[in-house]
């Protein structure tokens, strides 16, 4: 099944992604995978934010036809289906850690620890490397 | 005239900032201040994308409610109104770029000129700090 895909209205170079990953849940879902390293359907669900079932599963569907995510059996179980970003959506990081550090520095509330923010400030390139690798293996 | 706050789900250190600019419409009108330095709102209201009026018009009130746009006179004409990026808004220029690297990289019909992809790669902080730098100045 393949989600329909917006229609084209430019080339605009921030448009392509924004149709796929620019509403809120998609980016929580992407956030859940790629930071809590969920990966069941029943994980995903269970996020602070409280996304419906129908919202987990039309966002997934349409992450999975734009190629950032795959489903596949999980090893540990054939029964049972289990979602992992794909190369394409492995590149994402970059774009999450940027938001999260913007959030982390904005946020007099914010739940992102001291650790990430020094991290970051310190060595971005290195802090993204180490996650991209982490999702890799 | 203060838009209303969504009410505030988690402390998730991306939430914060997806609650605030997580959504196609205000990422384009970030986008527009950003690298085409638009500052009318009938600019604003030109885009490829044909955003409607009343959503501009929110998601402006939006952004100045969070303190990412200021709205000013413009100094050429005390009639009109500009709006400008304030520091805490041009501070989500590396998670712009990197969602244009990121469609660049992934679009086969991107728009994306050679060039940007090339000083990206060659040099993403020294990319960011010149856009920085234009925009402060």
Redesign the interface.
Known sequence: MIAKKAR????????????IF???WT??VL?DLVFQRKRHFRELLA????IASNILSDRLKRLEAHGLVSRIGDPDDARQIVYRLTE?GI??V???V??????????P????PKS?VKAFERNRQAYIQDIVSNLKH
């Open positions: 084209r209205r430019s080339n605009c170079p921030l448009c392509f992604g924004l149709d620019g509403d809120k980016l929580l956030r996020s602070d934010e409280g394409k590149d994402l970059p774009v999450l940027e938001i999260a550090y913007w959030s982390a520095k904005h946020d509330h914010t739940g992102a990430f």
